[in-house]
Structure formats: C-alpha cells, structure tokens
C-alpha cells in the first residue's frame, strides 16, 4: 500500500474530431511528466468537447477506440498511466467516459452518469446515463472519477464515497459564463467535499469551440475544504501535484494559487479566445469588418486585433451621404491606435444605382425603413466580396441588446462568420471599452494604450442612416432597455414581474414584442461567443412562430 501519489493535471485545448492529434499532444504530455504516477486530461479529451452529432459517425467511435489501444500500448514503458476522456460503444448505445491506461492495457473504464441536457448542453440526446460505479484501484489508492456533471450533484460522488473512494478526480469540459469561477468552487466542489469528507480534483479544458469558450481555471481542493491549487484560466498548463496519505486520509500539498480575471477582463478574454480558435481552426487568414465610428465596431476591431494581431485585421468604412465627418475621424482615430489596415469604400454610388432601380415599383411610397436597410444590405455585399476574393472571415458587429428586439438588418449588418458580441449587452459593450481603454490584457496581440477614442464611447450611439438618427430615438435607453432584456431573456420573467421592478408597462410589453417576433432573425445570424447564461443559440431555443404573451 502505497502513502505517495504523483498526479499530474494537464489543462489543454483540444482539436474538434483531430484524433491522432489529440492522442500526440497526450502522449507528449505524458512524456513531460517524468516522475508522475497518473496524467489526467479534460474531459472528451481523446474526441472533443462537445462533439455534438459528430459522435453519431461510426468510423469516428472506431477510429477514437483504435487510438485508445494505441496510447495503451504506449504505457507499458513503465511511466506514468493516463486518464483519457472518449466516447465508448457498449450494446448500442453511446457513453461518455473516462479510460485508465497502465502497464501497455485499457485497465479500467468509468463512464458518465449524469448527463446535462439544459443551457448549451444536450448530452442525453447522444448518450445513455451509465449506472452508477464503482471507485477505480490504482497502485494502492481507490480513485473516485466522476466525470463533469457527475460533481454537480450529491448522488454520484456519495456513491463513490460509500464505495470506498479515497480521492476524487473530476475531468471537465465546462464552458465560460460571467461569475462560474464561484459557482464551480464554493456551490459544487466545496459542497461534494464537505459531503464525502473527500479531497476533489476539478481538471477543466481550454479553449474556442465555437460558440463556447472554455477558461480552465482547475483548481484542487482538500478535504477541510482549503484550496491547495488553482491554475491560470485561458491558459494551457501543467502542474504535478503531490499527494500523501495520513491519519486522516490522502491529501494534496499546496501548490500555486494563481489569480483569476475578475469582471470584465474575463469576458474580455472570452472573447479574444473564442474568436482566435475560430478563425485558426478553421483556416481563415484574417477577419474584416465594417468600422462605422461606432462603439460596436470599434470595440470588435479592438479584440480582433488582440485575438489576430493587427496585421491580420482589415478594417472597412463604408460612409454613405448620412455619415458624419465625426464618424469618419473616429473610425480612423481607431485604426490607428490598433495599428490595423483601413480601407474607405464610399457606398452612395451603389445607393443612386438601388433608387434608380426600384424608383418605378417604389414610386408611390414614401422613404422609410426600407431604404434605410438597403444601405446595410450594400454594406454587407461589399465586404462578403471583400471576404470572397482576399479570404478574410468577415466579422459582423452587432451587440446583444440589438439581436434580442431586432434592431439589425438581416442580409445587412448581421451578414458574417463570426460575432465576439453576440452575447454582450449595449452596457456591457461599454463597459468593456472602457476598461480596454484603459488596460492591456494578458493575452492580447495589441497594444498597450487606448484603442478607440474616448469620443466613440461617450457620443450618443447612431446607425446613421438617415440625418441626425440615434438608437434612442425609436428605443429606450440602454439603461431601462437592458436591464428589461436581461429579465425576459436571462430570468424568463413575465411582463408584470418585471414591471413590479420600477419599469413602465406599455414600455415591457413592447420590448417583450420585439423580443419575440425578432426571433426568425437570430436564427439566421452568426455564431459568436458566449458569456452569459442564455445566450441566443444553444442556451435560448424558442419557436420562430409564436403567439404567446406575458403582458
């Protein structure tokens, strides 16, 4: 019986259905960790996290049970055993789960008991719940593994307790959202370990997959409940933690304590992270986009170049007749604190063309909404040919308060690839300017210093497509409009609760009217980051037609 175990954690991006690259970058892992007795890896390591319906592709559980045998094989040159997360076949069904591998052998397999199926998560739709387990013995310790969600309630790791469990190792695939770092500490770790009186290991992933962006910050607790390590969020690491065996059973010994990002560097990060893997991934030499003059665009073009670096960030302005000169400085005062190319492609050659087209069907209307979508819509067609002939993913702008009462323009300015704020707020789009203006963050390719001009965040916002228009004009301000938004989309609560907060009704009732009836919209927008808790996408999913109220 052995009082010492070596266990190294490894916190590390994986490549969507990259099997043999996965299983390398394992394998190189593992031959770092000279003197380790186990390497964990997140969960799905082996496959990817989420693998959405790519798990539903036969030559795909094949070719991850092959791999498998094959990084088994590799440990019987006497170093260190892996636990590697992969999808498992057994009498039909699917199961994700966890595989020990020591001495050149599949040792044991663990498989995932409790599946999430709400937010961004639909596990129970691709595997089956396997029943509960029992601890896994390895050189002397009984090692408890419940895998991600197994931790988030009691019942499996009071099973694992009751079966003799001695340390718990939790791998992870848990995705970023503003304020979890508290949440995964203190409401599920801190609770299991105070249930089972058992120190717990929380392993956790990095990186963009996406729509999701996955922070890391793994951390270990012991069992009085003390942090002992925490690992940096947003960054691969390795660290070898030591564990000994005592009167009162096994416990880590302290390592570092690394400091996480607090609000709103962390969402900041978010999105530099999931825009980066997105356009590496998938092959993209760069992004452009439309730089306005605008907070929206110009905070989008700060994190591309953080994300990209700045030559690999084309910024375009498209000015019309309604374009202010104050526009036009600002959106230049913005790329040259990036350092960013900018480019200026007047639209109203295109405009005169449109109204000389349509002046015969339109003759008998007046000017309205329609012209003023068909400047967005010529917007779009000049930087999709833009993305077409040079490759660049074009990056749409549009912020969350906008997409939710519909205040965009699809075929317009939703046109694009990717979107860092789909999920941010009109306040939180100011609020991460602001605090960009005035720090560099860590992971950031660009430069130190302001990166828009100070006008751009405290000018009153305007699409500007006709003479002297600001969002205000047809919405409440951002003020009232978000914190109403944030009720009816992130607490799902009715009209006359959110009305009871202070808020005027007719004002609630109209805003959950747009809400809903913008929904065909979103549908068709792009992918873009997540940061909140119900993000349009995978986390909200409501019928397009639909015809119930609140108010």
């Known amino acids: 019986m052995t009082d010492r175990l070596m266990i190294t954690l490894v916190q590390c991006a994986q490549a969507m259905g990259d099997i043999p690259g996965n299983a390398d970058a394992m394998l190189a892992a593992r031959a770092q960790a000279v003197g380790s007795d186990l390497v964990v890896f997140p969960e799905l390591q082996l496959i990817g996290y989420p693998p959405e319906d790519l798990v539903l592709k036969p030559a795909l559980i094949a070719r991850a049970a092959a791999k498998l045998d094959e990084m088994a094989a590799a440990t019987a040159d006497g170093g260190p055993a892996m636990l590697v997360g992969s999808v ?20 044991a397999v663990r498989l995932k ?69 508290e949440r995964r500490l203190h409401n599920v770790v801190r609770a299991r370990v105070a249930e089972t009186g058992l120190p717990l290991v929380f392993l956790n992933r990095i990186g963009g997959q996406d729509e999701l962006v996955f922070d890391g910050a793994s951390f270990v607790v012991n069992a009085d409940g003390s942090l002992v390590h925490q690992l940096p969020d947003w960054e691969a690491a390795s660290v070898r933690t030591e564990w000994t065996r005592g009167a009162g059973g096994w416990q880590c010994a302290p390592g570092e304590i690394h400091a996480l990002d607090p609000f709103p560097q962390d969402a900041y990060h978010a999105m530099i992270v999931g825009l980066r893997d997105y356009v590496n991934a998938n092959g993209f030499p760069g992004v452009v986009l439309g730089l306005s003059g605008g907070i929206d665009s110009a905070l989008s073009a700060a994190v591309a170049v953080d994300a990209l670096g700045p030559e690999r960030v084309w910024c375009v302005m498209l000015p019309s007749r309604f374009t202010s000169q104050e526009s036009l400085d600002d959106a230049a005062g913005c790329a040259q604190m990036l350092g960013c190319r900018l480019d200026s492609i007047p639209i109203q050659p295109a405009v005169a063309a449109y109204d000389t087209m349509l002046e015969g069907s339109f003759a008998d209307r007046d000017v309205d909404i329609t012209e003023e979508n068909i400047q967005s819509r010529i917007r779009a067609v000049t930087l999709m040919s833009l993305s077409n002939k040079f490759g660049h993913m074009l990056l749409t702008t549009g912020n969350k308060s906008e997409m939710s009462v519909g205040y965009a323009t699809i075929y317009g300015d939703m046109a694009g690839g990717y979107n860092v704020l789909k999920d ?22 660009g430069p130190d210093g302001p990166v828009m001009p100070e006008r751009v965040i405290t000018k009153p916002p305007s699409a500007e497509l ?86």
Not at 88 to 107: H, K, P, V, Y
């Open 88 to 107: 498992f076949a057994r009498e039909g069904q699917l199961f994700n789960g966890l595989a020990l591998l020591d001495g050149g052998a599949i040792t």
């Open 113 to 181: 008991h409790e599946l999430p199926n709400y937010g961004t998560f639909d596990e129970k739709r691709l595997f089956a719940s396997a029943p509960l387990q029992p601890p896994v013995p390895f050189r002397g310790v009984m090692l408890g593994l419940p895998l991600c969600e197994d931790i988030w309630f009691p019942k499996v790791c009071g099973h694992l307790k009751a079966m003799g469990a001695q340390i718990l190792i939790a791998p992870h695939g848990s995705p970023y959202e503003i304020e979890k770092d």
């Open 466 to 551: 006709r003479p002297d228009q600001r969002d205000d004009d047809s919405l409440p301000p951002y003020e009232i409009l978000d914190p109403i938004l944030h009720g009816l989309i992130e607490e799902e609560l009715s009209v006359a609760e959110i009305v009871a907060r202070g808020f005027e009704h007719d004002t609630v009732a109209r805003i959950e009217r747009l809400l809903y009836i913008a929904e065909y919209k979103r549908r068709q927008a792009p992918p873009g980051v997540k940061l909140g808790i119900r993000n349009f996408g995978r986390d909200r999913r409501y019928p397009i037609t639909n015809r119930f109220r609140t108010a």
């Open 424 to 445: 941010a707020y009109k306040l939180t789009v100011f609020e991460l300017s602001r605090w960009r203006n005035a720090h560099r963050p860590p992971l950031a390719l």
